[in-house]
């Protein structure tokens, strides 16, 4: 069974930068696709950013296109996700996902991933 642990949320100003870890296990991942979300409150949840463990290859969506960037810590199991220039409508649980899969294109929307984590809440104020 897969086990996703969120960390590293909390509150930042404007323009700064948080960096978010996932802990995976209960599996050896490296042909899954990972993938962080966020959801706002009355919102639906929004796919951020994914990776392939085995390859590398990363897809973000265009709204954090040069801010934010996803790696993998192969090592320790864990996935990052660096975000930088914060703004406040980046404000969100995050939330880190996790699917068997190849191509990391194909995934794009919460119905592709089948194990999550709790979220971690960012805030980002103005």
Not at 107 to 125: C, I, K, L, M, P
């Given at each position: 069974?897969?086990?996703l642990?969120?960390s590293?949320?909390?509150?930042?100003?404007?323009?700064?930068?948080?960096r978010?870890?996932?802990?995976?296990?209960?599996?050896?991942f490296?042909?899954?696709?990972?993938g962080w979300?966020?959801?706002a409150?009355?919102?639906?949840?929004?796919?951020?950013?994914a990776?392939?463990?085995?390859?590398?290859?990363?897809?973000?969506?265009?709204?954090?296109?040069?801010?934010?960037?996803?790696?993998?810590?192969?090592?320790?199991?864990?996935?990052h996700?660096?975000?930088?220039?914060?703004?406040p409508?980046?404000?969100a649980?995050?939330?880190?996902?996790?699917?068997?899969?190849?191509?990391?294109?194909?995934?794009?929307?919460?119905?592709?991933?089948?194990?999550?984590?709790?979220?971690?809440?960012?805030?980002?104020?103005s």
């Open positions: 069974q897969v086990q642990v969120e590293g949320g909390g509150l930042v100003q404007a323009g700064g930068s948080l978010l870890s996932c802990a995976a296990s209960g599996r050896t490296s042909r899954y696709i990972m979300f966020r959801q409150p009355g919102k639906r949840r929004d796919f951020v950013a990776i392939s463990w085995s390859g590398g290859s990363t897809n973000y969506a265009d709204s954090v296109k040069g801010r934010f960037t996803i790696s993998t810590d192969n090592a320790k199991n864990t996935v996700l660096q975000m930088n220039s914060l703004k409508e980046d404000t649980v995050y939330y880190c996902a996790a699917s068997f899969g190849a191509n990391v294109r194909d995934y794009t929307d919460y119905v592709d991933f089948g194990s999550w984590g709790q979220g971690t809440q960012v805030t980002v104020s």
